[in-house]
C-alpha cells in the first residue's frame, strides 16, 4: 500500500479513519470510534469518524484538524515536518514519534 505520509510522519494510508472514510463504511466508522474512545479516553461518536488524511484535500478528523504539529507545519511552509531543521528535537512533534517511532523514519524517507 502506498504511504500516505502526515505533517507528522504517522502514514495516514493505514488509519481507519481514513480507510473507513474512503469506503463510507459506517460499520469500520463505529469500530474505530469505539477502539479510539477507549485508547484516547475521549468521547468519539461514529459520526466523528470523517477523514481524507492530514494533507490531503477533503474532511479531517476533528483533532487532526486542530493538530498543533499540522499547524506549525503549515505556519512555517513546511509539507511536513520532515522539511524542519528541529525535527529530531522538537517536542512538539516528539509527542508523535515517542509512541510511533516509524513516523520519524517516514519523514526522514522523505529526504
Ligand atoms: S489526519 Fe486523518 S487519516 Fe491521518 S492520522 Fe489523522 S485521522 Fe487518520
Ligand atoms: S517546529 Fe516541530 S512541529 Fe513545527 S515544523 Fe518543526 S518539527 Fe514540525
Known sequence: ???VIACCGLDCATCDARIATLADDNELRARTAEKWSVQFNAGITTEMINCTGCREAGVKFGHCSQCEIRKCAGSKGYQTCGECEKLENCPTVQMVHQYVP???GNLQSLN
Open 1 to 3: 500500500m502506498e504511504k
Open 102 to 104: 516509524d513516523a520519524l
